[in-house]
């Protein structure tokens, strides 16, 4: 199925990395939100329970294998053309996650990946979905 101007909504997750005060971020190498800071995840394959997912996904992008643990948020992301056509349409759950090992690293489909300090968080430009979970957190104001 298309990303882009999907059939249908598109079932992705995010893993919250958290770990001695600190939280994993990545710069998003692809649309939506090229070039912003969120929490690793992406989209769920057939046949993969969502866990299975955020813990590839996290994997993936930043070469941190976690523990997943319970759901933090279920968000949706919908963004329209100029014409009000759907041109993405994402229904994510996020997780909180341990990590339990890797080497931190970009992976292709990010920038950037890295663990900052909560205090710091307010210095990022992270996509609205991240700032609705980390508000829920109490980290940021959303």
């Known amino acids: 199925m298309a990303r882009i101007y999907p ?19 990545v710069k998003r190498g692809s649309e939506p939100s090229y070039g912003r800071w969120s929490i690793p995840g992406g989209l769920v394959n057939l046949g993969e329970t969502a866990a299975e997912a955020c813990a590839r996904e996290v994997a993936e992008e930043t070469g941190i294998i976690v523990k997943v643990g319970e ?10 053309d100029d014409d009000g056509r759907v041109r993405f349409h ?15 690293r970009a992976g292709s489909d990010a920038l950037d ?3 900052v ?6 210095n990022y430009d ?4 991240t700032r609705k979970v980390f508000a829920k957190l109490g980290w940021l104001k959303e």
């Open 71 to 80: 759901v933090v948020d279920v968000c949706d992301y919908i963004e329209r």
């Open 90 to 104: 994402y229904v994510i759950i996020d997780f909180l996650a341990e990590p339990v090992g890797g080497s931190l």
């Open 7 to 25: 059939e249908r909504p598109l079932v992705g997750v995010g893993g919250v990395v958290f770990n001695g005060g600190k939280v994993l971020i």
């Open 117 to 122: 300090d909560v205090e710091e968080l307010m």
């Open 126 to 129: 992270f996509t609205r979905t």
């Open 113 to 115: 990946a890295k663990f």
